[in-house]
Protein backbone atom coordinates (compact mmCIF):
# COMPACT_ATOMS: atom_id res chain seq x y z
CA UNK A 1 0.00 0.00 0.00
CA UNK A 2 1.74 3.31 -1.12
CA UNK A 3 1.19 6.53 -0.52
CA UNK A 4 -1.16 7.14 -3.33
CA UNK A 5 -3.16 4.15 -2.48
CA UNK A 6 -4.19 5.35 1.03
CA UNK A 7 -4.90 8.66 -0.44
CA UNK A 8 -7.39 7.34 -2.87
CA UNK A 9 -9.54 5.10 -0.14
CA UNK A 10 -11.77 8.40 0.78
CA UNK A 11 -12.57 8.84 -2.65
CA UNK A 12 -13.03 5.37 -3.13
CA UNK A 13 -15.83 5.28 -0.13
CA UNK A 14 -17.54 8.42 -1.37
CA UNK A 15 -18.48 6.87 -4.51
CA UNK A 16 -19.62 3.13 -3.17
CA UNK A 17 -21.96 5.08 -0.60
CA UNK A 18 -23.01 7.41 -3.71
CA UNK A 19 -23.92 4.12 -5.50
CA UNK A 20 -26.10 3.02 -2.67
CA UNK A 21 -23.76 -0.26 -3.20
CA UNK A 22 -25.02 -3.21 -1.15
CA UNK A 23 -21.84 -4.71 -0.64
CA UNK A 24 -18.04 -3.83 -0.69
CA UNK A 25 -15.69 -7.16 -1.22
CA UNK A 26 -11.74 -5.87 -1.02
CA UNK A 27 -9.12 -7.99 -2.77
CA UNK A 28 -5.66 -8.15 -3.29
CA UNK A 29 -4.12 -8.54 -6.64
CA UNK A 30 -1.67 -11.17 -7.32
CA UNK A 31 -2.69 -14.24 -4.76
CA UNK A 32 -2.05 -12.00 -2.16
CA UNK A 33 -4.15 -9.41 0.17
CA UNK A 34 -1.89 -7.14 1.24
CA UNK A 35 2.11 -7.30 1.99
CA UNK A 36 1.54 -3.86 4.06
CA UNK A 37 3.09 0.20 3.41
CA UNK A 38 4.98 0.51 1.27
CA UNK A 39 9.30 0.60 2.13
CA UNK A 40 10.36 1.92 -0.69
CA UNK A 41 8.68 4.86 0.30
CA UNK A 42 9.48 5.31 4.06
CA UNK A 43 12.64 7.49 3.61
CA UNK A 44 10.50 9.75 2.04
CA UNK A 45 7.25 9.74 4.28
CA UNK A 46 8.96 8.98 7.17
CA UNK A 47 11.42 11.75 6.45
CA UNK A 48 10.53 15.08 8.43
CA UNK A 49 8.13 15.76 11.58
CA UNK A 50 5.74 17.13 9.06
CA UNK A 51 5.92 14.40 7.43
CA UNK A 52 5.36 11.21 9.83
CA UNK A 53 2.63 13.28 10.56
CA UNK A 54 1.14 14.09 7.58
CA UNK A 55 1.21 10.35 5.64
CA UNK A 56 0.19 8.82 9.35
CA UNK A 57 -3.40 11.29 9.10
CA UNK A 58 -3.29 10.24 5.33
CA UNK A 59 -3.47 6.40 6.42
CA UNK A 60 -5.84 7.25 9.59
CA UNK A 61 -8.17 8.99 7.00
CA UNK A 62 -8.10 6.29 4.74
CA UNK A 63 -9.03 3.43 6.91
CA UNK A 64 -11.67 5.40 8.95
CA UNK A 65 -13.27 5.80 5.66
CA UNK A 66 -13.29 2.27 4.74
CA UNK A 67 -14.84 1.67 8.14
CA UNK A 68 -17.56 4.26 7.80
CA UNK A 69 -18.74 2.86 3.96
CA UNK A 70 -22.74 1.77 5.23
CA UNK A 71 -23.02 -0.82 3.51
CA UNK A 72 -21.39 -4.38 4.79
CA UNK A 73 -17.49 -4.74 3.83
CA UNK A 74 -15.95 -8.07 3.53
CA UNK A 75 -12.38 -8.42 3.13
CA UNK A 76 -11.46 -11.64 0.79
CA UNK A 77 -7.90 -12.72 1.79
CA UNK A 78 -5.54 -14.64 -0.03
CA UNK A 79 -1.92 -14.90 0.63
CA UNK A 80 -0.17 -12.28 2.73
CA UNK A 81 -2.51 -10.04 4.74
CA UNK A 82 0.17 -8.18 6.83
CA UNK A 83 1.41 -5.04 8.66
CA UNK A 84 -1.00 -2.07 6.78
CA UNK A 85 -3.20 -4.89 4.80
CA UNK A 86 -3.69 -6.21 7.67
CA UNK A 87 -5.32 -2.54 9.07
CA UNK A 88 -7.45 -2.45 6.04
CA UNK A 89 -8.55 -5.95 7.08
CA UNK A 90 -9.59 -5.01 10.40
CA UNK A 91 -11.11 -2.05 8.98
CA UNK A 92 -13.66 -4.24 7.24
CA UNK A 93 -16.66 -5.78 8.85
CA UNK A 94 -15.86 -9.24 8.32
CA UNK A 95 -12.76 -11.57 7.04
CA UNK A 96 -13.23 -14.30 4.82
CA UNK A 97 -10.00 -16.23 4.26
CA UNK A 98 -8.24 -18.57 1.66
CA UNK A 99 -7.03 -21.50 3.25
CA UNK A 100 -3.12 -20.76 2.54
CA UNK A 101 -3.68 -16.68 4.01
CA UNK A 102 -1.49 -15.55 6.66
CA UNK A 103 -1.38 -12.69 8.88
CA UNK A 104 1.10 -10.43 11.04
CA UNK A 105 1.64 -7.49 13.02
CA UNK A 106 5.21 -6.51 12.03
CA UNK A 107 6.16 -3.10 12.91
CA UNK A 108 8.19 -4.53 16.00
CA UNK A 109 10.92 -5.60 13.14
CA UNK A 110 11.47 -1.87 12.58
CA UNK A 111 10.82 -0.29 15.56
CA UNK A 112 7.57 1.14 15.39
CA UNK A 113 4.15 0.25 16.74
CA UNK A 114 0.88 -0.20 15.16
CA UNK A 115 -1.23 2.79 15.19
CA UNK A 116 -4.27 3.53 18.22
CA UNK A 117 -6.82 2.94 15.80
CA UNK A 118 -5.25 -0.28 14.22
CA UNK A 119 -4.39 -1.54 17.89
CA UNK A 120 -8.09 -1.21 18.90
CA UNK A 121 -9.22 -2.72 15.95
CA UNK A 122 -7.40 -5.88 16.64
CA UNK A 123 -7.98 -5.87 20.58
CA UNK A 124 -11.83 -6.11 19.44
CA UNK A 125 -11.10 -8.39 17.40
CA UNK A 126 -9.13 -11.60 19.08
CA UNK A 127 -9.01 -10.07 22.54
CA UNK A 128 -6.10 -8.38 24.51
CA UNK A 129 -3.51 -10.82 25.28
CA UNK A 130 -4.04 -12.26 22.13
CA UNK A 131 -3.33 -8.68 20.39
CA UNK A 132 -0.17 -8.53 22.39
CA UNK A 133 1.15 -11.82 21.50
CA UNK A 134 0.60 -11.11 17.96
CA UNK A 135 2.27 -7.35 18.45
CA UNK A 136 5.24 -8.95 20.46
CA UNK A 137 6.02 -11.81 18.43
CA UNK A 138 5.55 -10.53 15.03
CA UNK A 139 5.38 -13.90 14.17
CA UNK A 140 3.38 -15.29 11.12
CA UNK A 141 -0.19 -16.15 12.01
CA UNK A 142 -2.11 -19.35 9.45
CA UNK A 143 -5.44 -19.13 8.42
CA UNK A 144 -6.65 -21.88 10.75
CA UNK A 145 -5.15 -20.21 13.79
CA UNK A 146 -6.39 -16.86 12.74
CA UNK A 147 -10.09 -18.67 12.28
CA UNK A 148 -9.12 -20.58 16.01
CA UNK A 149 -8.62 -16.48 17.36
CA UNK A 150 -11.34 -15.01 15.35
CA UNK A 151 -9.32 -12.48 13.18
CA UNK A 152 -10.87 -14.68 10.16
CA UNK A 153 -14.48 -15.24 9.78
CA UNK A 154 -14.49 -18.15 7.92
CA UNK A 155 -11.53 -20.23 5.36
CA UNK A 156 -13.17 -21.60 2.15
CA UNK A 157 -10.62 -22.86 -0.32
CA UNK A 158 -13.41 -21.64 -2.87
CA UNK A 159 -12.79 -18.22 -0.96
CA UNK A 160 -14.59 -16.14 -4.42
CA UNK A 161 -17.22 -17.73 -4.54
CA UNK A 162 -17.85 -18.32 -1.02
CA UNK A 163 -17.46 -14.44 -0.95
CA UNK A 164 -19.99 -13.96 -3.53
CA UNK A 165 -22.59 -16.47 -2.00
CA UNK A 166 -22.53 -14.50 0.82
CA UNK A 167 -22.87 -11.25 -0.71
CA UNK A 168 -25.89 -11.88 -2.61
CA UNK A 169 -27.38 -13.08 0.50
CA UNK A 170 -27.21 -10.01 2.21
CA UNK A 171 -28.63 -8.42 -0.80
CA UNK A 172 -31.26 -9.82 -0.42
CA UNK A 173 -31.93 -8.42 3.31
CA UNK A 174 -32.72 -4.86 3.97
CA UNK A 175 -29.97 -1.85 3.26
CA UNK A 176 -31.46 -0.08 5.44
CA UNK A 177 -31.53 -2.39 8.53
CA UNK A 178 -27.52 -3.06 7.34
CA UNK A 179 -26.41 0.06 7.53
CA UNK A 180 -28.01 0.99 11.02
CA UNK A 181 -27.03 -2.41 12.10
CA UNK A 182 -23.35 -1.78 11.68
CA UNK A 183 -23.35 1.33 13.28
CA UNK A 184 -24.87 -0.47 16.65
CA UNK A 185 -22.02 -2.56 16.56
CA UNK A 186 -19.83 0.06 16.27
CA UNK A 187 -20.82 2.25 19.12
CA UNK A 188 -20.98 -0.65 21.50
CA UNK A 189 -17.22 -1.62 20.19
CA UNK A 190 -16.85 2.07 21.17
CA UNK A 191 -18.00 2.09 24.12
CA UNK A 192 -21.39 3.92 24.33
CA UNK A 193 -24.82 4.80 22.40
CA UNK A 194 -25.16 8.20 20.16
CA UNK A 195 -28.15 10.00 20.81
CA UNK A 196 -28.07 9.52 17.03
CA UNK A 197 -28.83 5.81 17.39
CA UNK A 198 -31.90 6.09 18.71
CA UNK A 199 -33.61 8.02 16.45
CA UNK A 200 -32.06 5.85 13.61
CA UNK A 201 -33.67 2.91 15.19
CA UNK A 202 -36.78 4.28 15.26
CA UNK A 203 -37.08 5.78 12.01
CA UNK A 204 -37.08 2.53 10.49
CA UNK A 205 -40.14 1.47 11.67
CA UNK A 206 -41.16 4.36 9.59
CA UNK A 207 -39.50 3.28 6.40
CA UNK A 208 -40.14 1.89 3.29
CA UNK A 209 -38.17 -0.97 4.40
CA UNK A 210 -40.37 -2.11 7.24
CA UNK A 211 -43.62 -1.57 4.99
CA UNK A 212 -42.12 -3.69 2.34
CA UNK A 213 -40.82 -6.14 4.97
CA UNK A 214 -44.44 -6.67 6.69
CA UNK A 215 -46.15 -6.91 3.41
CA UNK A 216 -44.34 -9.84 2.34
CA UNK A 217 -44.61 -11.30 5.82
CA UNK A 218 -48.11 -11.49 5.28
CA UNK A 219 -48.19 -12.51 1.72
CA UNK A 220 -46.29 -15.01 2.63
CA UNK A 221 -43.09 -14.05 -0.26
CA UNK A 222 -39.81 -12.75 0.18
CA UNK A 223 -39.11 -9.22 0.29
CA UNK A 224 -37.85 -7.14 -2.18
CA UNK A 225 -35.75 -4.32 -0.89
Not at 47 to 65: E, F, K, W
Not at 161 to 187: D, F, I, P
Request: net charge negative.
Amino acid sequence: MNHAMWAALPKAARIVDQRKARVVVITGAGGHFSAGADINEFDEVYGTPDSIRAYNGTVRTGLAAVAAISCPVIAAVEGACVGGGLALALHADLRFAAPKARFAVVPARLGLAYSYEDTARLVATVGGSMAKDIIFSARGIDADEALSIGLVDRIDAALENAVLNYAESVTELSAASHAVGKKMVEAVLAGGAEPALHDMFEALFTGPDFEEGKAAFRQKRKPSF
